[in-house]
Structure formats: structure tokens, C-alpha cells
């Protein structure tokens, strides 16, 4: 389909570094970090400035050719995987991996899409200061790949998803045009919003090149507490005091169920329950200063727990009495899915509902999907404060076949999730997008007006459809 | 242009009450809040649902009727005033004004989109929360209006434009489908944020009917400073050391030229220095807290201000000594517009560039106008933590006809300040939008890709081109 007379063009365009073709080394591009999707792609485009990927896309353009933009390769959708028909070429951001400019008393950074994300963690450590976005994959994924994804991770509830933290945004449209978008204005009000257009549209929309981050103060102290309450809803409670107590120094609000940590606890070697109660809800709060002042974080958390005792929200607490302490209660959260995991197949969701009915949440639709599917066992912990529920449905006990038992009941169980996620008014994708994976329920549950706006913004942007095909946008059968 | 055949299939549709067409109750609503453009309409139609919104939409657009959406009429660019030739009706949200929810617990209120800003003060003050937006013309502006044009005000600096407040949004799009997006969802990442896209399109992508938007807590205590410092430079060197000693709680951060000051001391009585030296600039600063823990935010200002002098940042300051003394710090700056005019007539900038570009820009900019047009005095002060210019070129001394020396020196000193803020990658409109008055510049100014887009998404939302005709988008011969 894409002969080597057009691999020569792009040759010619961006040089002999420019275009891999070796088998070898286009491989590990071709499937997806979970290893569920495989595609096909006679060689990966890799310029190495803006104006060479401007080059990259008018050419693809006048050819025809269909572009998947990559970065680490770390989609949990599929969403950078190419199409397995070897019809389109992808465009790897990799080598576009220089820190333009980090500035501590801006608190900006302005980086290349290429900049893998514990590089940018460094380049701000070094500087005093942070870049608070973190998740699994920070030894590969890219920033590029994160704003076009709006990656969440743990630090969500007081920093926000990628969307807060992008002040600036430089990218090649479809039609090769460079958008300049770079420079980090507070109020900026000349019409629509093209940066947080970009933000999310995985790829579809046009490729990000570079970007204006935003970044906080280094943390100069912290303290992490473990939490036995009662009922999701007492942790809600306790999270509104505790934003009301200690306001933006809240960095985590995790809520786990006593399942869980009873999981952990007999997979995880070396690992204990914090409090001397086993109480059936758990949470995990870090709470965070930029500063030495007094009273410190330690010294106010407690006061807080204190007065939740008082009120009878928490049945048990402790603080970590150390760094190594407070590591150790992070890692029980942690090694909440490896824990599952030994536990048998499981099919995990990310998904998220209005943090007021997140409690609700957490025990109904554990329990319907019980019900609805006997034998399976369903539980459900997460980012209480950001009402993103990690839910997670067990096979039944017993279960050897974990593959044959997704592909009988997964779609169903699937189906059923999705739906009651989307009854409490939630979202079928809270921090890992559409990709491929998400497609097709996009395209059942996403009311008309919602399609008809995903599909005339995505025909305006790129009418050839060149960019990233067949991600997020359902297929015309599919809704 | 509009008979009365069609004015009474809107009546039959919305109700006698749903349709205005009493020519003097319609001619308040045909004049912007400046006076400066005048528009005409046969009709406001003014439902009172959002299934009526949109059932007024459908019609319009089977019918090819322009529709102008109006809030409380108080742009600052004529968004909201219809085209002089009557083609189009006005659809005025104002009965839409009902707050849904308000729920101190979530921190989150949900209004109808004709709800008064100073209402919600109201009702947020009512339930121990705050609603951290205020502008000048928060008596009529409505929250249909403040998120169409993604409004600022005074409290950008901590809170953010009505952008960051904004958590859901509820709309009737051209085709008059309804976008359900009302659920306040901290992660949601499915496919392109129609709400990013909405907040600040000025009705010219469809019509928002309600919000959900985010509270904070009310303050318990404040304290306002006021600071004498020898140049921008100085100023912005004084704002990082404040963050980062004072963090989050730095909740206004004002600059000030001594001769503006010097302006408000001349004209408005009762006004003083409150500082002893006068120094070439000066700083408005105000610390709140949202609670009353020690050490509270006088003693905190006391405290970097001291570091400050210490740096040789400051040349003198003064902490209000009570809640008199802190409404007369603030008086000073409220009033520097008004002084202003006592000094003759004058051209006011709405713009916007990089925070750290500010003091350079305050200074060259005003320099070089003042040499540009001979006799003109061209001056600045603003949100310096918001990179928000208020930039001001006064008419020559003896300037007796202010609008003839605006209609003949008018368009080249416009044209002369927008080119100086394109030059250092500012903004042409910081907070008020494009309508009707920025529309041409931003079609001189604005890159090929910025424009191609802004089109391209108005047409795939658009296509009859009937919601907010001539705003916004530049017409074909402006660039």
C-alpha cells in the first residue's frame, strides 16, 4: 500500500535519521502497552523540529497517507497503535525531546513533545521546583502523548488533570499549518479555545510539538496519614473537613476497601495494616507544604484527624512517623492491582462520577454487578476527592481461564459497568481516553449532540481523516 | 425583514410572555454597555426552558433567522448587540434565573444561564461559600454571559478566569440539540472537551443555558498591602517572593504608576498616599484566608513584606490597619480609571501578555506610543500576576474634542498598541473578547492557523452561520 517510493519522499524530506524502516526497530511500536492491539506500519516518521513535522504532515497530506502520532507508546486504549493494515505511517515524537526553557521564577517550563515525563520531574527538581503530574508509566510516557491524552494520575485533587497544567500549546495542524501557541498568557480571550481543543483529542486534531507547563514549589514538608472509617460516605465527610481543616494542602485523598488491603496484606511480603482496628473502609491522605512554617503538615493533620475522631467520621488514624513509614502506607495503595492480580482475572475500569455520588457509587454498583453476574466480585477503590473509581470486577472463584472468561463475559460486564457509570451521569473514560478500546461504547452511550460535536469538529480539523484514524471518533455502525 | 407571520410562530412556540415586541420595552437592549454600537430587532425572544431554548433555536433555523444571545448586555466589545439592519432576534436568557442546586458540601452551585453574578454572591455568601468572580458590572452581567466571554475581574490572580470555575455546562447547540454536560466530573476524558469550547465562543457556537460552577470558601481574614517599589522589575520580583512565602493565599496583586496614583489624589476626595515616600510605582496586595489559624495574614504579609526591605525590592510599605483602611487602599485603584477621564480624553487597551515580558512592556510600550503620536502620555498599571495590561494613551494636553481626536488618531494608536503586543506574544484582548469592536484587528493580526480554525469550528458547529452573526469571526475581507 505505502511503496518505497513514498518511503523515499519522506526520506528526502526529513533526512535518512528522519525515517526507520528496519523490521526490528519499528516492532516495538506496534502494539500497545497493555499488548491488546497489533498493527502494522512500513516505517515511523521521526523528524526532529516543528517546521520538519509542518514538512511531514503537508506531505502525508498530498499523499494521502494516514499518521499515527506516538510518543512513549504508553496508551491504556490503544490509542497509538497503528491500524494493523499497514495503511498508515507513524509519526514518532521521540526525537523532539529538548527543555526549550524552565524558568523557577516564571514557574514555566516550555518543552518539545518528545520529553519523556521523569525528565521533566529532574530538569524541575534540580531548578526548586515541581512538575505535579506522575502516573506509572513517567520512565516512557511523553508530554506530548500526556496532553493529548489529559493525563490524571495521583496528584489530580490539588493540581488537576494535564488540562490545568498546560499554559502553552505549539502545534501542526492537519493541513501542515504551525500553530503558535506557546506563549503562557493568563487572560487571553481571541475567541475559541484551540489549546484545550487539542488537549484530549489524542492525536485526531493535529500533533502537538511543544508545550508551556506549568510548575509549583519543590514540597518542603509532608505528612501521610492512614484513616479506618466506616463507610465511603464517612471518607467523603472526612475529606470535606479535612479540605475545610487544611485546605489546598491536601495532595491525596485515596479511599480503599478493607478487601483490598486484606489482599495486599497476604501477597505483599513486608507490608502491614497501619492502624491497629480493621475498620471496612481505609483512607490514604498526604498533606503537602511548600514551606517550613509552623504548624507543619504533620502537626495540622492531626489536629484534623483529631477533630474527625470528635465527630465520629474516623474510627482509628495514624501518621507516618517518618519518610520510611509514610513510603510503606503508600505502597499498600500501590500494590492494590499486583495484589489483585494474584487474586485471578479481573477486568478492571476507569471511570468516573460526580464526586457527591461517588459513595453511593462505590457500594451499589459493586453490588448490582454481583448480583447481575453471579460469582464475580466486585470492588471498588480510588481518587475519592477527583470521584475517579478504580472498579474492578473479579472472575469467579475458581476461574482458571482468565482470557476465556473475558471473552465470554467481559463484553457484557463491560456493557453493564458502562452503563450504570453513565445512569449516575459519570464518564466511561476518566484519565486513559477513547483510543480504540473505548470507541465503540463511546458511540453507544454519548448522547447525539455530544457525537454530532466529536464528529463536524474532527471533519473541520482534518476533512482527509489523516490523523490518528479510527481513534475516538466512533465509526459511523457504532452509533 | 422579519414579519409579523414569523414573530407569531415564535409566539405560538414560546408563549405571549416568551416574545417582546414592544418597541420601547426592545430599545434598551439595541445599544451596547459603552454606548457604542447600535443595533436594531423586531423581537427578544426570552424563553423560559431550556427545551424552549431550543425549540427557538430549531425554529430560527428552519426558518434562517440570525439569533443574538444576550445576557445583561454589558460587553465591553458589542457581543451582545444586534446588527443594525434588524435580521436577526435577540434571544435574551433573563428568565432563565434560577439557581438549581447550591450545595456548600461540593463546593458547587448550578444556575440557569440568565442568573446575576451579585445573586450568586448572594446565594454563595448565604450558604458560608464564595463565588470568587467579581467585576464592575456584577449587578447585571448574567452567568450565561460571564462563561460566553470566559470573564475575569480582580481575583484572576488565586481563582482564575471563569474558565477554571467552570465545571459543567448545559447548551443548546445550532442544530438545537441540547448538550447535557451539566454533571461536574473532575476527570472526563471523552474525546474533545465541548466545554472548553463553549466558555468565551460568545454565543457564536450555540447558546449556554446553565452551569455547574465551582465555590471556595469564604474568608475569614484579609490583609491588604500597600507597597512603593522602584520599577515593574522590582514589582514582579516583589510578586515571587510573596508566593513564595504566602502561597495560594495571595489573592490580588495590583501595580500602579506614581502618576496615576498621582491622578487619584487630584480628583477624587478623601484620597491619600498611603504610604510616606512617593515612589515611581506602586503595589496593591491582598493575603486572605479561608480560616482563622495562627499565623494569620497580616502577620504573614508583615513578615515578606519585611523580607522585601530586606532584598531592597521595597522602598516603603503600609499594612491596613482595619477593614476602613483596606477599602481605602482598594479605592485608590478602583478609582484610577475614573481620575483618568477627569484628565481628558483617552484610549483604553484590553490586553494581555506574558507575566514575565509585563515590566519590560509597561515601559518600552508606553515610550515608544508616546513618541509614535507627539504629545500623547501613554501609561499602564493592572493584574501584574495575571500578565493583564491596563494600557491607556491620553490625548494630547488641550485635547478639547475627545471623539474627533478618536476618530482621526483613533485606528493608528490601535493599531500601533496591537502591534506592540503581538510583538512580545501578548493577547489583543485579555478579558472582554473579540465582538463586534476587535473583530477586524483580530483578522489583521491573528496567524493563518489561528484563523483557518476559529472558521473552520464556527462552520462544523455553524454551518447556516445564524448564532451571533458578524462577532467573533472575522469576515472574509479582515483577513
Redo the contacts between chains.
Keep these: 500500500m505505502i511503496g518505497q517510493e513514498i518511503i523515499d519522499r519522506f526520506v528526502a524530506l526529513l533526512g535518512p535519521k528522519g525515517v526507520v524502516t528496519e523490521p526490528d526497530d519499528i516492532a516495538p511500536w506496534l502494539t500497545d502497552w497493555r499488548g491488546r492491539f497489533h498493527g502494522a506500519s512500513p516505517a515511523i516518521l521521526q523528524p526532529d523540529s516543528t517546521e520538519k513535522v509542518a514538512a511531514a504532515v503537508t506531505l502525508a497530506g498530498q499523499l494521502g497517507i494516514p499518521l499515527v502520532p506516538q510518543g512513549g507508546n504508553t496508551s491504556m486504549v490503544g490509542g497509538a497503535t497503528p491500524p494493523p493494515d499497514g495503511s498508515a505511517l507513524i509519526l514518532s515524537l521521540r526525537r523532539m525531546n529538548r527543555i526549550h526553557a524552565l ?1 523557577p ?2 514557574n ?1 517550563a516550555i518543552c518539545e513533545a518528545g520529553v519523556i515525563l521523569a525528565t521533566l520531574h529532574d530538569a524541575a527538581e534540580k531548578a526548586g521546583r515541581r512538575f505535579p503530574l506522575s502516573l506509572g508509566a513517567k520512565g516512557s510516557a511523553t508530554i506530548g502523548g500526556l496532553i493529548s ?2 493525563a ?1 494520575g495521583t496528584q ?1 485533587l490539588r493540581h488537576g ?1 494535564m ?1 490545568a497544567l498546560v499554559e502553552g500549546i505549539e502545534a501542526v ?1 492537519p ?1 501542515g ?18 489549546k ?2 487539542l ?4 492525536g485526531t ?1 493535529g500533533i502537538i510539538t511543544a508545550a508551556s507547563l506549568r510548575l509549583v ?1 519543590a514540597i518542603s514538608a509532608r505528612a501521610v496519614g492512614w484513616v479506618g472509617v466506616r463507610t465511603p460516605a464517612d471518607a467523603l465527610a472526612l475529606l ?1 473537613l479535612a479540605e ?2 487544611l ?2 494542602s491536601v495532595e491525596a485523598f485515596e479511599i480503599i476497601a478493607d478487601d483490598g488491603l486484606g489482599h495486599v496484606l497476604s501477597h505483599i511480603p513486608g507490608t502491614r495494616c497501619p492502624i491497629e482496628t480493621r475498620t471496612p473502609w481505609h483512607v490514604l491522605i498526604e498533606v503537602d507544604h ?2 517550613l ?1 509552623d ?1 507543619g503538615p504533620a502537626e495540622r493533620l492531626e489536629d484534623a484527624l483529631a477533630q474527625a475522631m470528635d465527630k465520629n467520621l474516623a474510627v482509628d488514624a495514624a501518621i507516618a512517623a517518618n519518610d520510611a513509614q509514610a513510603s510503606a502506607f503508600w505502597r499498600i495503595r500501590e500494590s492494590l492491582s499486583e495484589s489483585e492480580r494474584a487474586q485471578g482475572p479481573a477486568l478492571q475500569f476507569d471511570i ?5 455520588r461517588m459513595p453511593t457509587f462505590m457500594i451499589d454498583a459493586a453490588a448490582a454487578a454481583e448480583r447481575a453476574f453471579p460469582g464475580t466480585t466486585a470492588s471498588s477503590f480510588g ?1 475519592l ?4 473509581v478504580h472498579f474492578h470486577v473479579r472472575a469467579p472463584k475458581g476461574t482458571l481461564d482468565g482470557p476465556n472468561w473475558i471473552a465470554t463475559d467481559g463484553q457484557s460486564i463491560n456493557a453493564f459497568v458502562h452503563d450504570a457509570v453513565v445512569a449516575v ?10 483510543g480504540q478500546m473505548k470507541r465503540a461504547e ?1 458511540g453507544r452511550l ?5 457525537l ?3 464528529r ?2 474532527k ?3 482534518d476533512p482527509q481523516g489523516l490523523m490518528n484514524p479510527d481513534k ?2 466512533p465509526r459511523p455502525e457504532e452509533g
Excluded at 476527592?385 to 475517579?388: A, F, L, V
Excluded at 451521569?425 to 477513547?434: F, L, M, Q, R
Design positions: 524558568s521564577d516564571d514555566l491524552t489529559n490524571g489530580v488533570t488540562r495542524l493541513d499549518s504551525i500553530f503558535q501557541g506557546l506563549d503562557a498568557l493568563k487572560k487571553d480571550n481571541r475567541g475559541y479555545d484551540i484545550q481543543l488537549i484530549g483529542a489524542e486534531l514549589p470535606r475545610a481543616r485546605g489546598d511548600a514551606d512554617s504548624p468516573s462520577v460526580p464526586v457527591a481518587h476527592g477527583d470521584g475517579n451521569g459519570g464518564s466511561i473514560s476518566a484519565e486513559h481516553g477513547i463511546l454519548a448522547s447525539p449532540a455530544r454530532h460535536a466529536l463536524a469538529i471533519a473541520a480539523f475516538l471518533i
